[in-house]
């Protein structure tokens, strides 16, 4: 998976988040439990990005490059 | 013993003496004997279960931890010799043995838990012909889940498992978060908990002031208002609606937030003492725009508990994708392919609600917020296209406003099932609501509630106080932004003394030592 697809998915899930530049997605409360959780299995059901719970804490959900790199890391275990 | 009683100033003033005079790779020990005498004296026979609790999460965790250590070299020796296939059914059977592992401790725990908290209700909704009165160990809730968290972040490999069986066992104890929490995470706590702070007198001033701030919102707020609000919710319910229903959820708001943040400012404050930091639970939960919102800001170590635990496993767990990917594939991205999300938010705000207690109305009032949030999911779309029609109004203070009191009222209204027995009580009050007008009859008979003209100036002062207190913190300390020099610290310390000493509400009616979480 590629960090523009990444965009692009975000994007479609919410076109109001300017998603390149924008940080502190959880902690500022702009995405929600069930963004995240709708992120997750879109990243399963479209790309067979398996996160699992362990994945899912603030630092890796907070902007789009962290979850990159979280996805970087899972696609090279 | 609870905080605002002789004996629990004592053993502080006791533990603080010898803490600060001991080495400090010993200080840890004041802290677990204190703990241990705390929780000894707060109730006969509470001790016990605690120890149950603390020795099999401590084995367990250990035994994990073995496990995956295990794993790990053998991964790392057969990595180059032994197929992908291989390594991975090596690892599912590892996995499997510490499932089960894991399930036993879990089992123990909650079966512990749940014996003690709801075999009474079971009973009694089952019509038995027998009843069981057995007493609730202090605070069982909140360390059975604080240890349980510790457990599932040592099996998902977040951090090795604590080797000291001592340490651990403070972890588990730690007296001020007995009473109501907060639920503390291993990671953070263990920081601060283990290492003896150095003795710092401006530290122990912001302990102070913390202490006396969570103690002045008990005594002058949340103890002034219980006698009226137990009269409004109780056996004379009846002769109290409309009006004094709508008059009775705001007072309960304003009671409930004293009292407990309050009786979590004491136990942070109390920390503080000893250079323990522990977990922040509010983060100012009134003035949230949704509930959802408001979710994340009220008791959010219990929250955040049930979100990283049950809420995201749950649904990111291999069988609910699954199910999402198949309702997707034959409706499409709408209403029906959301049920495994909508089903397992539902499943979590239940277990939340019974978390509080035994009974339909803590069922039924976690029920309650589950759907109001799955209920602004879903009507998510509608107020997106209102809101593309009047771009600007979102941007408004006016409209900010709106959506406080809006959430405010709405989160009042969903705690009519802690205030009312049964679900008819809460069915009568809330239809009063809106067919008895009676609010001159209420503005008139205020005085029922039992509070003078002082008492009412008091009370409504102190909130005032607090919500300035809020909107000028910020997301920031008050402390670190206002109160931030020595002589301050204590020119606040000594006034709120005064206030608490003064102005506070004791006598017979009163009792300060009861915290409402505290039942929990």
């Known amino acids: ?77 | 013993m609870t905080f605002l009683s002789g004996g629990f100033l004592l053993l502080v003033l006791g533990l603080l003496t010898v803490y600060y005079i001991l080495p400090r790779r010993f200080r840890y020990l004041v802290l677990l004997a204190g703990s241990l005498a705390f929780y000894a004296l707060a109730g006969k026979g509470y001790l016990p279960f605690l120890l149950v609790t603390v020795v099999t999460v401590y084995g367990t965790a250990r035994l994990l931890g073995r496990s995956l250590q295990r794993q790990k070299a053998y991964v790392a020796e057969h990595k180059k010799d032994l197929s992908r296939e291989a390594l991975t059914a090596y690892k599912k059977a590892q996995g499997r043995k510490r499932n089960i592992l894991f399930l036993l401790c879990l089992l123990v725990n909650l079966g512990l838990l749940g014996a003690l908290k709801y075999t009474a209700f079971l009973l009694s909704a089952l019509r038995a012909p027998f009843q069981v009165h057995w007493v609730l160990p202090l605070g069982i809730s909140f360390y059975t889940f604080q240890s349980l968290g510790y457990l599932m972040d040592v099996k998902r490999g977040k951090y090795p498992p604590e080797d000291n069986f001592l340490k651990y066992a403070l972890f588990a104890s730690f007296f001020p978060q007995m009473i109501q929490g907060p639920i503390s995470r291993y990671d953070s706590l263990s920081e601060t908990l283990y290492g003896g702070a150095n003795f710092d007198f401006d530290r122990l001033g912001r302990g102070l002031v913390r202490i006396l701030w969570g103690a002045a919102k008990k005594l002058l707020v949340a103890d002034r208002l219980a006698p009226g609000l137990a009269l409004l919710f109780g056996a004379e319910a009846d002769s109290f609606r409309g009006g004094w229903v709508l008059l009775g959820m705001v007072l309960y708001a304003l009671r409930l937030y004293a009292d407990f943040t309050g009786g979590i400012d004491m136990a942070l404050g109390v920390g503080e003492l000893f250079g323990v930091t522990l977990a922040e639970n509010f983060d100012r939960p009134y003035l949230s725009k949704n509930i959802e919102e408001y979710w994340t800001r009220w008791h959010m170590t219990m929250g955040s508990w049930f979100r990283d635990y049950l809420f995201y496993p749950l649904n990111v767990s291999k069988p609910f994708l699954r199910w999402t990917k198949a309702l997707r594939g034959r409706f499409g991205n709408g209403f029906l392919s959301r049920l495994p999300l909508y089903g397992a938010t539902l499943l979590v705000w239940l277990a939340t609600g019974v978390w509080h207690g035994a009974g339909w109305n803590y069922a039924l009032w976690g029920l309650t917020n589950g759907l109001v949030i799955l209920l602004s999911l879903t009507l998510k779309p509608l107020y997106e296209g209102f809101h593309s029609r009047f771009p600007g109004l979102k941007a408004t203070g006016g409209y900010g406003a709106f959506e406080t009191i809006r959430t405010f009222l709405l989160l009042c209204l969903i705690r009519l099932w802690d205030c009312y027995a049964g679900p008819r009580g809460v069915w009568r009050a809330f239809s009063s609501l809106f067919t008895t007008f009676n609010y001159g009859a209420v503005a008139r008979g205020l005085s029922v509630l039992g509070l003078s003209g002082g008492a009412w100036a008091i009370v409504l002062s102190m909130a005032a106080l607090m919500l300035l207190v809020s909107l000028l913190k910020g997301e920031g300390s008050f402390r670190t932004r206002f109160i931030n020099t020595p002589w301050k610290l204590w020119l606040a310390a000594l006034a709120l003394l005064l206030l608490c000493l003064l102005l506070g509400a004791y006598g017979p009616g009163y009792t300060a030592s009861d915290f409402i979480y505290g039942q929990f």
């Open chain 1, 1 to 77: 998976m590629t960090f523009e697809q990444l965009l692009d998915m975000l994007r479609d899930m919410h076109p109001d988040i300017d998603f390149l530049t924008a940080e502190g997605l959880i902690d500022g409360h702009i995405l929600t439990s069930f963004d995240v959780v709708s992120i997750v299995a879109e990243l399963s059901e479209t790309y067979g990005v398996e996160l699992g719970a362990v994945d899912i804490v603030p630092e890796n959900f907070n902007s789009a490059r962290a979850l990159f790199a979280l996805i970087e890391r899972i696609e090279e275990e």
